[in-house]
């Protein structure tokens, strides 16, 4: 086993990272005075692994859009009933998500940490599927499905990233479509299983209230190295550079129209791309935040409201930063960002208030260090991407110069590389 | 420094209350002005902390305002409208980053006070009142968030449930008002509307975080000292117990998936242990992923992926909702009912009310770990008219047993059923 403290200076806190035997990698950050522990398992599968295959496997195989997302739902169900009825002894309140390239599977509790803690580590490592098991969950996240077509919010993200990717499976929803999870069944469930749910695959992240030796108790009792280790590779997706369409629209029963005006990055890879992140978010605050120029001009011509905001999506091979909100005149929000990312980049950025976008930055940023849920979270995503220390995040917000950002400010937002999505409002008698 | 909840008048119905703990990283400072929901003026006072958002006497531009938040770490000042039973609050509050944390040794929990003791009392105004440039937008604003509702089909369809159901009564008084009173909102109106809130609201002054409870005491203290004011204080709501007859309302819209909101009321609720023991039913019916509701409507018919019941404790209403295929509504409908019966009947294990304790004691036990769940929870304590911990609530769980909640129960009625569903058969 291995073992390394994480410290920093800043905070004054401490985190563990620990390699065990059987090959799981654990980071945990006991945090003094909390009642809650939370606890994170998470392996690196998402929506986007659509293709894949082991070094076990001659050729790629594919597999149903959704099934991440289903695999998710059935690990729940064990041969002696549901897993909810293990944590309804213990009192932890659990629950489970896939994003892109997460599946996570979490409780949060205040007492019975160590209980709690193996049923949660059996939970993800067991799987139990049958026939009947599956065609029951078909039914439920079908109704799951139905509720994401009628979200607007939903709606105009995934329109959004259809139009910024030409074939890259993020362009897909994350639970799939009702034809695609009917071709789910247990045999290829099993195989997702195998191959993702590796050790090797995984990471556990605890924060909060728990002890060290806790952790490895359970550990040691309920986690079994696995038969073989099994190296993933991801089947690369062949995508341009370039976005497929500028522009998306689609109706459905919204008060005002909501609007997604995407710029597609440019990925460097998992570590690179969390660092980006950092920057391209400091970026859009300078571009668009509420202190900025832009911000004051279109909320004054009464084109945004306080809906508007932004997002910089980043993930193992994918990146692209979000402009959102509601508009009357989203055409037209769309044309100023637009021309306020092109006047910077022939103007230069503002140096004082670059200086004040990153010290509101930093100061948000140590808001990450201060709640468990997102301690576990930062962990864990730092893991996946390569980040060893993820203090040494903080130090490099704090580091950050405006020449980074006037670099960034080229390669984030290019508007040849940006594509708008509108959600209109279906209007009475409207032929949709 | 550590410090339990405490709470103390500071001037004429103006409460400073404080919970500190140093586990904390940030300090959120909150202003709540509670007024009773009232028809008539609901729509005035709801835009005027979207419009004190707007500027200050110090900062009258939104841009240097904003800028100064940068300059406070990334200090967040943010305003909204809830309802608390039969109350509305206009809420103003900043979040900040404690001293500890900053790189220059500011004073944000100071400044922080300050701030926002300014934008509640020191509006930037033209001519006396406020501007219309300002009022024109927020007005819009208002507007836009009032229609807005109808983009969350499961919000949109649970409010549409509590409006019938309750129409008449105090507590379905919308919170952001209603259209054709915002379109009527003048500078005038609005900051009218402003000093009626100041002079008649009770005033809660909410301090939790890591920081210095007293700096922020202070400069409230003296903002308030001298100030005559004619404050309406709070009392819990007594709405109508029970229902006389099923009232069933259906609207068609463009949508997928239909939605099903059933409204109950749930009887005389005599003392803590009642509010405990119909607590626990709620939950144990359909409040947890071992609920009834979770375990039937859900995972055995496979109706639905969210089936769910909540309980408001300050108006007495206990709604159901699930989203639905439009030809299952019935099935869902029929089996809802029937798990109710069931608890009625005392057809439910012990297993099940450990299960449902259990769980509720860790969602008390985690309150104290964040900023906004304290808030939160100590203002509707306030407005409910008591003041225990949840620590002291968990602990009252313990007393509950099987009667108290067939009891519980039993004191249900059926009041309201409201159904979303598309405008042709799916």
New interface residues.
Partial sequence: MERKVIHSDRLGEDMIRIHHDSGLTMLLCPMQGFSTAYAAFTANVGSVDTAFKTQYDDDFVEVPEGIAHFLEHKMFEKPEGDAFALYAKTGASANAYTSFDKTCYLFACTDQFEESLKILLDVARRPYFTKESVAKEQGIIGQEIQMYDDSADWRVLFNLLGALYHNHPVRIDIAGTVESIAQIDHELLYRCHRTFYNLNNMVLCVAGNFTEEMVLRAVDQVIKPDEKPIEVTHKITEEPAGICKPLVEQKLVVATPLFNLGYKGVSTGPAGNMKNQILDEILCEIVAGEASPLYRKMYDEGIINVTFGTEVMAGRDYMCTIFSGESREPERVAAEIRAEVERLGREGLDREFFELCRRATYGRYIGMYSRIESVAGLMSAAYFAGVEDIYSILDFVADVTLEQMQQRLKIALDNDKSALSIIRPQETGDEA | MSSPFRREPIGDGVFFSWIT??????NRITASLLLPLEREQVTNRAVVP?ILRKGCADYPD??EL??K???????SLACDVSKFGAYQALELSVY??DDR???DNAHLVEESARLLAQVLLRPKLVDGRFSE?DVL?ER??LI??I????????LYAMSKCKAAMCAGEKIAVEKYGYIEDAQEITPQSAYDAYCNALDRAQIEIAFVGAGEAGIAKEIFQNVFAGVQRHPVLTAPYHGRTAAEKVQETVEE?????SKLVMGFRTGEIKDRHAMMAMRMMVALFGGT??SRL??YV??KM?????CASRFDRLTGLMFVDS???RENKQKAYDEILHQLDLLRRGEFEE?EI??TK??L???L??V???LGALDEWYLSQTVGGSCISPEEESALLEEITKDDIIKAANQVTLDTVYFLTGKEAQ
Avoid: M, W
């Fill in positions: 703990d140093p586990k904390f990283k940030h979207f939104f841009t904003n800028r938040l940068c300059a406070l770490y990334g200090a900040s980053v944390f900053t790189l440039q937008l819009q604003q836009d968030a229609e807005s509702q109808i983009n969350d089909k499961r819209l463009d949508v997928t998936q992923p071992n979770f375990l859900r995972e496979s109706l639905c992926y969210y989203g639905v295929k297993s450990t299960a259990l769980l004691q860790t969602s036990k985690a104290g770990d964040s």
